[in-house]
């Protein structure tokens, strides 16, 4: 499995499925609920990188939050306190963060 597909099998498993635990890459991750939002949240190990998904808020005024309160399944990711990229309706789309932190394709 490379990122892109590790990614959308997070959100895909998250904001589709609905699951409590998500499984990827042979380890099982509990789904948590921020606290002062709740918004659904994962933080999991992808090969040597520990990344969080986040549910979008879609009470922001970003774009992204925007096509939150059309309806749209959007969960953000981090590693390393940065924003890498974000899955869409299971379109995986990368920040500049992804290269900057030198994370495999």
Do not use: H
Request: with cysteine; glycine share 8%.
């Amino acid at each position: 499995m490379n990122s892109e597909e590790a990614l959308i099998s997070v959100w895909k498993q998250v904001l589709v499925e609905g699951n409590d635990e998500v499984a990827l890459d042979g380890g099982v991750f509990r789904v948590t609920f921020l606290r002062a939002k709740k918004l659904k949240m994962v933080e999991f190990t992808f090969g040597d990188y520990r990344m969080a998904g986040i549910e979008q808020n879609p009470q922001t005024s970003s774009r992204w939050a925007e096509l939150a309160r059309q309806g749209k399944r959007i969960m953000q990711f981090r590693c390393q306190g940065r924003y890498i990229a974000n899955v869409c309706e299971g379109k995986l789309l990368r920040y500049p963060a992804w290269r900057g932190l030198e994370l495999p394709e």
